[in-house]
């Protein structure tokens, strides 16, 4: 007896796994929250400097970090906007999504190490992209 598969509506649109809508949310609000962070430094560094300079912003690293040049903030806005924007392919279950994804994840783990001497391995942020990336992986039979 021969089997015939039944072809689906071409018109019908696929159905985007919980787990992808899940990973694609995240990304959106941490991936959103650091171009919006690095948009703000790129545009009023100067007048950041100047509330560190006067003690009344202070954390941790703070001297570190206001002591890169702003090309720092403009290389980390613009490839956040790329992991934004793999994100947004993602959710609309599109492959190039992971590739501009993934490529913007590796390139954020190793942009710092031009910019800061004497910076160690960055094992929870590595952990983090290490994360998503395979959990997208997983979800690449989902999208064309």
């Not at 019908?12 to 959106?28: A, M, N």
């Not at 959710?91 to 710092?112: M, N, R, S």
Request: net charge positive; charged share 15%; with cysteine.
């Amino acid at each position: 007896m021969e089997q015939y598969e039944i072809n689906k509506d071409p018109n019908e649109q696929s159905k985007r796994p919980e787990l992808l809508s899940v990973l694609c949310i995240l990304t959106f609000i941490g991936s959103g929250l650091v171009v919006i962070s690095n948009l703000y430094l790129l545009t009023s560094l100067s007048s950041v400097r100047e509330l560190a300079a006067s003690g009344d912003l202070l954390f941790p690293g703070m001297d570190k970090l206001l002591s890169v040049d702003k090309a720092y903030f403009l290389i980390g806005f613009i490839l956040s906007s790329i992991s934004l924007f793999g994100a947004y392919n993602m959710w609309k279950l599109k492959k190039i999504g992971f590739h501009l994804y993934t490529i913007a994840q590796i390139l954020l783990l190793i942009v710092p190490y031009f910019y800061f001497t004497n910076i160690g391995f960055p094992y929870f942020g590595f952990l983090i992209s290490a994360s998503f990336v395979i959990l997208y992986g997983k979800n690449l039979k989902y999208m064309s």
